[in-house]
């Protein structure tokens, strides 16, 4: 899922990397009611801003408080979209991926609740809380081609998932990717 032009614009962003800001991200896997797989991800607000209405997983930048990006994780998981910190087991950590507009590396989480949460979105960054069918995202249907204003061109084509109706591209799809292929090594 990594844009063809992402090698060498990254090859030129080296300066930048080693200033990056650290941040943590969850993805959440949960029993619905009828005890099928679900995940969650995030529709982030309209703003003035590079990550303005995209889709991603709940998480943000790591904190003072925060003793490890994986608490980062949690706590930004439960204030984004109310999933207590206690009902989540995380049990892997994923490649962490590079985001060039925000200077971010963001270093992604797989969890699981044994329960469907009752989820609460922070109205000031959560536009919409998206709960996607395991099902629907491993079926091929889901990958797609869009054409995307990125910030290293006007428009360019980039690999992506529509996950309902959402277009899901850059670093999620990424990190959705590499998820992908855990699922599929084990099933």
Not at 103 to 120: A, D
Not at 171 to 180: Q, R, Y
Request: glycine fraction near 4%; hydrophobic fraction near 40%; proline fraction near 5%.
């Amino acid at each position: 899922m990594v844009p063809t032009f992402r090698k060498a614009f990254l090859s030129q962003q080296e300066e930048a990397i080693k200033k990056a800001k650290h941040a943590g991200v969850l993805a959440l896997f949960y029993p619905n009611e009828l005890q099928e797989t679900q995940f969650v991800l995030i529709l982030r607000k309209t703003y003035k801003g590079v990550h303005s209405a995209q889709v991603g997983f709940p998480g943000g930048k790591l904190e003072k408080q925060d003793k490890s990006l994986m608490e980062t994780a949690l706590r930004e998981t439960y204030e984004e979209v109310g999933v207590p910190t206690d009902s989540v087991q995380i049990f892997k950590a994923l490649s962490k991926v590079y985001i060039p507009p925000s200077n971010f590396y963001v270093y992604p989480f797989i969890g699981t609740s044994m329960h469907k949460p009752r989820f609460v979105k922070q109205e000031d960054e959560v536009e919409d809380i998206i709960e996607v069918d395991l099902d629907v995202f491993l079926d091929e249907k889901a990958l797609i081609e869009k054409k995307i204003k990125t910030s290293y061109s006007a428009a360019t084509n980039v690999p992506a998932f529509l996950l309902n109706g959402h277009v899901v591209w850059g670093a999620t799809a990424m990190m959705l990717s590499e998820i992908k292929d855990l699922i599929k090594a084990v099933v």
